[in-house]
């Protein structure tokens, strides 16, 4: 049933993104496999969240190729951008929640613009998504603006979720939760990969998140992906910036 | 129906079977539940759950489905649950391990009834109308309370100058006078154009051409001067101050300067406030400049008064006290903007449409108390004989 895992569900090669003369990512290449969650991680400012906008297409890119389901969103047509965007999910870094609709209407938008279902079926898929993500199904008629950080995060997660994508971006999930609701949100996401056979493309700075749901890490550097593989493969490697990522003081507590 | 995406996969779609003799039912669902075949799927459950009730024994086999997700899942839990009644439990064959837990998550699941029915009723509309009355009041004592606030701040700021913010007071300066002069200048040009052509046009057929500087010099430095500037100034100055003080409060940035022990009235409201009030007289000095001189232009060149003529005429027409009158109108004008776009600034809530709300109430406020301030200084002019 479920396709190949050789087969990536995102190509990107030699892909380069400039602002005005700061070469951001250069020449880089990466492939997503089917049913994995991809972690990714680099220093601050290497351009992490950068790769991820080049990927959905908010940010031109200067030059190389990038492939989403297989298809080339350059050469797309407008309809075949919408077939894509419609199989993926984004969860932004603030959540990026309408803030002038509910929690309900949040979630329903864009369920209501791509299907043509009753809204007895909307209200019930709505709180299907609440529960999925952990929130109680009385915050539905709550404002972003009366949410707490981790329930607009988790909100956010319900409406990138809402239409069942195939592929899921988070950028930094767990930034901003507690230690608890970030294990929990950790939790989630994998049972969510598992029930619904997601691609999971998970920026992220939190150790916990990388050991405890990951299966495959890509490090960030220098506009180039300078490793990629297991976490094994990471502790074992002698790049210098990896060794301290993954050999720090914070490291070692995680891993005890 | 653009949203609608196009139904290209149609082999693999899906489908609910039914069999069974007497009380039994026995649905089969096959093919792909997953949300692009949602109104289909809708379609099937909505048809199969009308037989609920007249069967008792129910099972619902899911071997043949290919493909599910949230959608069909729930789809299938809804099947399931209106089968279940009472005594009868309507079973599930067939899942296989993979979707066994997916199907346990949205058996989780319990619908309560939408809270979006808001109905129009008399006493809801009559309440509506109570909560307007009383936020007039509401509007009125704000200003008065941030008015307050601010000649507070100001009086510390007196007694600590250290406290003054010189380098913003001077950066809202350039914001909303020197930046604002083009368009200003450009404006009250127009108008002292439009208003010497009509005047011209209208008192020629009493052969009283000359008396258009009589009237261009009044209207211009009494009212028409400072009363567009403050117009145009609570437009183009009112909102930004309106939008800036409203995403700065949704950002929570006016909290943070409180924690930090900074008042927002002395750091960010004292500052815009003052460069208002020393912007608007110098603008509606240099907006009185340009209509009279437009004026003039016009009544050269269409109404053949000359320069010479227009500029002696002026002289006797008009005296100093016209031209006080409406610089002494613009300082207070612009204490009236700041404070209604400031206080709508302050007003705004965590939403967007919110800003928008405000930034909209904050000029058309702002423009409305220029005009009543307009009316009350023109009776308290016309009583001290200016």
């Known amino acids: 049933m479920m396709q190949a895992m050789s087969d990536p569900i995102i190509r990107v090669r030699d892909v380069t993104v400039q602002f005005g003369k700061t070469r951001v990512l250069d020449g880089l290449d990466l492939d997503v496999k089917r049913g994995e969650i991809l972690g990714f991680v680099g220093p601050s400012g290497a351009g992490k969240s950068v790769l991820t906008r080049t990927i959905i297409g908010l940010v031109p890119k200067l030059s190389g190729n990038i492939e989403v389901f297989g298809v080339d969103l350059d050469a797309a047509d407008r309809a075949g951008r919408r077939a894509v965007e419609r199989r993926w999910g984004v969860l932004f870094q603030q959540g990026a929640l309408f803030s002038s609709l509910t929690v309900r209407q949040n979630i329903q938008f864009p369920v209501r613009e791509y299907l043509k279902v009753s809204q007895r079926l909307l209200d019930e898929i709505m709180v299907a998504k609440l529960v999925m993500v952990g929130l109680r199904p009385d915050v539905a008629d709550r404002f972003p603006s009366e949410l707490s950080g981790g329930m607009i995060k988790r909100v956010a997660l319900a409406r990138a979720l809402a239409l069942d994508p195939e592929l899921v971006f988070l950028d930094e999930p767990t930034s901003g939760l507690d230690p608890i609701g970030a294990g929990d949100f950790d939790e989630l996401v994998r049972t969510l990969q598992r029930t619904l056979g997601l691609t999971v493309f998970m920026v992220t700075h939190d150790l916990d998140s990388l050991y405890t749901a990951c299966d495959r890490i890509a490090v960030l550097g220098n506009g180039k992906i300078i490793a990629a593989g297991s976490m094994a493969d990471m502790q074992a490697s002698e790049h210098p910036w990896l060794r301290q990522y993954f050999h720090g003081k914070r490291a070692r507590a995680v891993m005890g | 129906m653009s949203a609608v995406p196009r139904m290209v996969v149609v082999k693999g779609g899906p489908d609910l079977q039914r069999s069974g003799e007497g009380s039994a039912l026995s649905l089969r669902a096959t093919g792909a539940w997953t949300a692009p075949f949602a109104p289909s799927l809708e379609r099937l459950v909505a048809d199969a759950e009308k037989l609920a009730g007249k069967k008792i024994d129910v099972s619902i086999d899911v071997s043949q489905v290919s493909k599910l997700d949230t959608f069909g899942a729930w789809l299938i839990e809804r099947l399931r649950r209106s089968f279940t009644t009472g005594t009868a439990e309507a079973r599930i064959d067939g899942l296989s391990a993979n979707y066994a837990s997916l199907v346990d998550e949205v058996r989780r ?278």
Request: hydrophobic residues 55%.
């Open chain 2, 109 to 386: 699941v319990s619908v309560a009834p939408g809270g979006d029915a808001t109905s129009v009723t008399i006493t809801g509309m009559l309440s509506q109308i109570g909560r307007s009355v009383a936020g007039i009041f509401g509007t009125v004592a704000a200003l008065i309370d941030m008015l307050g606030a601010v000649i507070v701040a100001s009086g510390r700021v007196l007694i600590h100058p250290r406290g003054f913010r010189l380098t913003s007071t001077i950066h809202h300066l350039e914001q909303v006078c020197w930046r604002a002069v083009p368009i200003i200048v450009l404006i009250t040009f127009l108008i002292g154009c439009i208003i010497a052509q009509q005047g011209i046009f209208h008192f020629r057929r009493f052969g009283a051409d000359i008396f258009v500087v009589d009237m261009l010099g009044v209207l211009v430095l009494r009212e028409i001067g400072v009363l567009l500037v403050a117009i145009m100034i609570a437009g183009r100055s009112g909102s930004a101050y309106t939008a800036e003080l409203g995403s700065m409060k949704m950002r929570e940035e006016i909290d943070a300067l409180r924690t930090m022990g900074f008042d927002p009235i002395e750091v960010l409201i004292l500052p815009r406030m003052l460069a208002l009030i020393i912007a608007l007289p110098i603008l509606s000095f240099l907006g009185d400049i340009a209509a009279l001189y437009g004026g003039g232009l016009v009544a050269w060149f269409y109404g053949g008064v000359d320069p010479e003529a227009f500029l002696l005429r002026l002289r006797d027409a008009i005296s100093i006290d016209h031209f006080t009158v409406g610089l002494l109108k613009a300082p207070v004008m612009a204490a009236v903007i700041g404070i209604v776009a400031c206080v709508e600034g302050l007003a705004v809530l965590g939403s967007a449409e919110s800003l928008g709300r405000h930034t909209t109430s904050s000029v058309v406020k702002g423009i409305f108390f220029v005009i009543v301030m307009d009316g009350v200084f023109a009776i308290f002019f016309a009583a001290v004989g200016m």
